[in-house]
Structure formats: C-alpha cells, structure tokens
C-alpha cells in the first residue's frame, strides 16, 4: 500500500530576502512571517490528515516541522539525509557577492559546475531521494509531512522522475516556503513516482483538498 508524502520546503528565514545560499553548514533564524507560516503549518496538518512528520536536522526545518508534530501528537522522525545540499563556497552568499564567471557556469549546468567545495548535485539526489523513498517504506499506507529543503528537495524530485538533474532549477523554478509538493512513491523499489501536485497552499482550500483514490474516507477520488 502506498502513502502520500507532502514536501514541505520550511519556513522563511532572514536570508529569505536576499537570496543568499543557506546550505547545510549555514541556518539563519526565521522571520517573523515565518513564524506565522509555522503556525499556519500547525493548523494546517489536521485537514491534511497528517499522520506521521519527518525533518531535516536543521534547525530552520525543525522549527517548522515540530509544532505540526505536537498538534498532531507524534514525534518529529529527524531524517539526516534529508538536510539542504553543501553550497560550498556560496555558503552565506548570494550570487552578485561570487565570481561572475563560476555563477556563468553553475546556471549553466549546475551538475557539471557546482560551485567550489560544494556537495556534489548528484550525490544530494541520490541521499535525499533515497531518504523519500526510506519514509515511505516506514510509513506504507500513511499520510506523512516531510520538512526539507529547497535545493535537496528539488534535486531529489528530478531524480524520482527520471528527469534530468542539471534542469532542476528549469523544472522546478522554486518550492515555496510552506506550501505543499504532494507526491506518491510505489511500493516497488525504484517505481517511478507520482507528482500530484506542486507549491499548493498549506492548508489547501476545500476545492484543493487532495483526492485519494485508497482511502475509504469521504474525500475527492483521482480523475481517471
């Protein structure tokens, strides 16, 4: 039986605004609209009929992720592999503050030019993918919030779709701040995955509720 995952990118931090690389060595402090979004994520996890809550190690994911889980009521499964991608020599830095040269070639294939010192792109697919798909084996049939990372998350996507990785940034432009990604993983090791939805709202509206097409539950079927 296979469950639903929603990917949640956590919540606004102080770099937010200036777009500056916060990776796995930096964790700015979330804004105060931040804040809000954590509590607007606390709410949101009943009508999303949340059942278990996973994290980054971070502190940034954490503090988004752990006032969902005390609504709900279970503790917070940290994840290590689901932390954000090293960005290296960008740690803390935005892209007008680096060599105009390595920002050229990083945009241009972000896998063949990673910026210096950086984690590898292929080696964060592949852990935060493989973590994904370890969350749902452990929670077959659940309904699972997973707080990660923009970059992390967007990589592991293109690797569970079979797409490739040096788009990530064209296929997957941005995941917002605590809005949900919702997708299905098949009980088949290296099944292909399904994307059900992208940067919806959290909590959906009643007309965003998600279908489900093995629930007994009154809710929306999936369109055929």
Partial sequence: MTGRLLLVRHAETEWHRDNRYAGARSD?????????????????????RVEAVASSPLRRALRTATPAADALGVPVDVVPDLREADFGALEGRTRAEADPGLVRRFLADPVAHPFPGA???????????????????????????????????????????????????????????VAATEIRLPAEPGGPMSLLSLNRPFPPSRKEVPCDDSSPSPRPRCSP
Avoid: M, W
């Fill in 119 to 177: 984690e590898p792109p292929r080696d964060a697919a592949a852990r935060t993918a493989a973590a994904l798909r370890d969350i749902s084996a452990r929670h077959a049939g659940r309904t699972v919030l997973v707080v990660g990372h923009s970059t992390a998350l967007r990589l592991a996507l293109c690797a569970l779709l079979g797409l490739p990785l040096a788009a990530y940034r064209q296929v997957f432009p941005r995941l917002d701040n």
């Fill in 28 to 48: 700015p402090d979330l804004t105060a609209h931040g804040l809000r979004q954590v509590d607007a994520l606390a709410k949101g996890v009943l009508a999303e």
